[in-house]
């Protein structure tokens, strides 16, 4: 039967689909959890990884996170409550609980970047580095006054690839990483196959890395919220997850 909007409503009554229809793709840090001033001193709040396992359970599985950290770390901090992880902006996705991590192709980054970065950082208090697999990025959170100084020194360092990198913003950070490859290409790739495929997508983020997944999720016929557009802050949005995983909404199977 062909979904409705008013018979299935998000925030602000937005398209939702149903849960058996539906397949949940979240943002982690500044969506699922608060962010923190460091990437290691987020905090889990007590019980989101069981709503998680609700919300996957009324999905059929269906239940993934799509984040800029590595797939580890998104075990570290939710355990088996996902059943598909996609790391790296996309760069890495393990469609299922037991398989294996498939990594994009990637060029190799210049190895004077790091270094640079370090003594740039070692310059500037307060300015933090978080090495990727593919990239870094370049943590601002401490030292704002800094913030167009390292843009600039990041874009002169991915001018001289021709595009095969480039930068990033994010929230009191630049990122740098490999251009073509983002959160619309997770979610494109997690789409083809089982629980995902046939599904629609809903995809929430909060950041500017995040609307490549929302575009997408809406291309193929989902729906895309953001923080604080469709929610004030994460808390609000896990208290929406809440509601949604105890039935406690009529068009979620209440």
Partial sequence: MPMSPTDYAGPAGRFMPPPAEAALLLDFDGTLVDIAPTPESVVVPPGLPDVLRRLREKCGGALAVISGRAVDQIDHFLGDAPFAVAGEHGLAVRHRPDGPIVRTEQPAMPSTWLPAAEALAARHPGVRIERKPAGFVLH????????DLLREAAESWVASTHGRFHVQAAKM???????GVDKGHAVAALMQSPPFAGRHPVFVGDDVTDEDG???????GGAGFRIPRDFPDPAAFRAWLAALSAGGMASWGG
Avoid: G, Q
Avoid at 214 to 220: K, P, S
């Fill in 140 to 147: 601002f959170r401490a030292a704002p006054e800094v913030a």
């Fill in 173 to 179: 950070a630049w990122e740098i990483r490999p251009h």
């Fill in 214 to 220: 929302i575009r997408a999720a809406e291309a193929l």
